[in-house]
């Protein structure tokens, strides 16, 4: 074992052991993700949704419109009740606080009205009393709320009996609950908090404390309890772990025994909403009386009243992403204790997935070392498919929550590290010749060498380039006033300023050549609109330049401005290695290259600094260009079409380019047919063409004396401003 890989193992044991403690703490990020990934599960497969004798009396918006806004007056409360009674309810449990005194009832508001004798307001109804009265002896189940303010605890309609060590630390801390009307809370059959997940951040309920403790009593919740009451049962048989305290593993309520959290919860198994599961209030309290399929459906069933109404803000998130109404999920709990379906996630699963962490771990690191990263990237892939598996399988046949993803990413990062440190250290003299041949090669020829096995071998292929050449304007008269280190300065601050911008638009820099720039688009790899990235290069050289002289980044002093000239051309060229077998480059020869080259040298003569030919601009769209004559070119036997590039998709779209623009093509037409009114027509030109970009007059003030290049084009480049 070489020095190098001690190390690696030693740094991978330590991160295999960090992160084994990090998953031991189990922060909320890992709580997160694991409710998370058993969301997907339930969307994969949801608890399916059965009839069940479970209903939902909800006060939805039709209700609301029927009988008015919420609250009701409670004699309504009476009548509802009166009615579920009668129709064979086996439990009616109200997801409602009863805290206040009823203040639509007759008696509150006569006492309330100046001036009414007080003996009179004694005689009247009490609509609190009249519920009260209607829930004697009816199987009527309460909720209660949690309570940040007092110390006010209902009382346990029934009794608790344990196995095992006591659980009764386990559940969530219950301080203080809002006290219910006392007339109602000792009639009522049972109470049951109504919490779905107390302290708990996140918006979706995957699990609901059956229970919660004040550290002497246990309080159940209104699911549980309508399940007790509706079966008769009067004790709650809870089970805890046979060594330790507080700790739940279990309770039987009456027949059906439910497993639970170590915390006292069940973890929901939903089912898609569904409309059989609710029965609108409007219906059961109906003046012409109850329906028979409105009866049918009650008789025999537990009743939870609660409501849908949006203005009523009792809407929850469930594991299915589906927004419901808070009643439904305790009627939901009931349903899957029903069922029999239960998910569940064993005390051992901790210390399993904790284990998982440091042994795979290990492999990993030790397998990234001594055998190849390869190697353990297809152990690592191998131990995630199985990871996956197992905890699918487990949840799909046995409801048991395991979560794979603690193990998998876990694996992945200490993957990452032990891969990274041996490329780091172990292959880093494969680095150093990368380096060294960085400095000569763009990066994306770089990359072709390092994938190409004959990328090294002389010779070229022919491809359609975009050539951009750029040079220095008056370069000479620059060298001869500087010293020969200012002007090495001054190349470098310059080339590298624009030369960013051909990398920028995915261009390839050739070289070099003194005071100018070729580069060339679409070699080594493909790069789609190539014309159009090569001309927004362009347009960015000429914005970083002026930035550079406005703020005389050369030294120059006030005034003395650096030009430069851009050609551009596209067309067919030979691009590859080119040179010795021992030494060569990779550049790009051709016709498309030269005509490049004299484009640019032709700046000077039509007094442009971005000229572009027009094989170039057909495949430009968007931009502002303007034509600019047809010019000889050494070594071509016609004339090539140039135009001026005047600006980007902005410009185009000003009003004071429409207006050049229409001019412009005036004054095309005039030069081409010897019109009088050319002279007119340059003048309106220089004038129109300062309000777009200043340069432009040079440029039109070059026109009168190259009007032979206006005069002598066998086909026209026609060509509109919108293009």
Partial sequence: M????????????????ALTILRASDPGIFKLIRGVTFDEYQRLVPRTFEPMPVRVIDIDEASLHEFGQWP???????????????????????????????????RNVVRDVAGIDPSLAEKLPDN?????????EKPVVLGFGLSNEGHY????????????????SAPPYLGASTPLRPQLEANAAGLGHISLNPGNPSPVVRAVPLFLTDGEQLYPNLAIEALRVAQGASTYVLSGAPDRAGIMTS?????????????????????????????????????????????????????FV???????????????????????????AVEQILSGHFLSRPDWADGLEILTIAVVGCLLVVVTTFVSPAVALVCGLLITAMALMASWLSFLYAGLLFDPLAPIVSGSIIHFAATSFR??????????????????????LLHRIENTPDALRLGGDDRELTVMFVDVRSFTEISERLAPADVVAFLNTLLDALSRHVVANEGTLDKFIGDSIMAFWNAPIDVADHETKAVRAALAMRETLAELNAGDAFGFGPGQEVGIGIGIHTGLACVGNMGAKTRFNYSAVGDAVNVAARLESCCKEVGFDILISDSTARSVRGMALIEAGAIPLKGKSSRTQILAVVGD???????????????????????????????????????????????????????????????????????????
């Fill in 72 to 106: 009701w007056p409670r004699d309504r409360m009476a009548l509802l009740v009166n009615r579920l009674s009668e129709m064979g309810a086996s439990t009616i449990a109200f997801d409602i606080l009863f805290a206040e005194p009823d203040r639509l009832s007759p």
């Fill in 649 to 723: 998709e902005r410009v185009a779209a000003s009003a004071e380019f429409a207006s050049l623009a229409v001019v412009h093509q005036q004054l095309m037409q005039a030069l081409l047919s010897h019109s009088k009114n050319t002279r007119k027509l340059l003048g309106t030109a220089k004038l129109r063409a300062v309000q777009v970009i200043g340069s432009l007059a040079e440029f039109y003030q070059r026109i009168s004396g190259r009007t032979d290049h206006f005069r002598e084009v066998p086909d026209r480049f026609e060509k509109s401003a919108a293009d």
């Fill in 306 to 332: 609660g409501t849908s109404a949006a203005g009523l803000q009792d809407i929850r998130v469930t594991a299915l992403g589906e927004n419901v109404p808070g009643v439904s999920l305790h009627a939901q």
């Fill in 423 to 444: 490329i780091l250290v172990i292959d880093r003299e494969r680095r150093a010749v990368r380096r060294a041949f960085g400095h000569y090669l763009s990066p994306s």
């Fill in 128 to 136: 609190d009393e009249i519920f009260a009265r209607s829930i004697v």
């Fill in 153 to 168: 605890r209902p009382p346990v309609k029934a009794g608790f009996a344990f196995t095992g060590e006591s659980p009764i």
């Fill in 2 to 17: 070489t020095r190098a890989q001690q190390i690696g193992v030693v740094l991978g044991l330590a991160i295999v052991t």
């Fill in 251 to 303: 309770v039987k309520i009456g027949d059906f025994v439910v497993p639970l959290t170590a915390a006292g919860e069940l973890w929901l198994y939903v089912s898609p909403d569904r409309a059989e599961r609710y029965i609108s209030a409007r219906r059961v309290l109906a003046a012409e009386g109850v329906s028979p399929d409105v009866a049918a459906a009650i008789d025999g069933s537990i009743v």
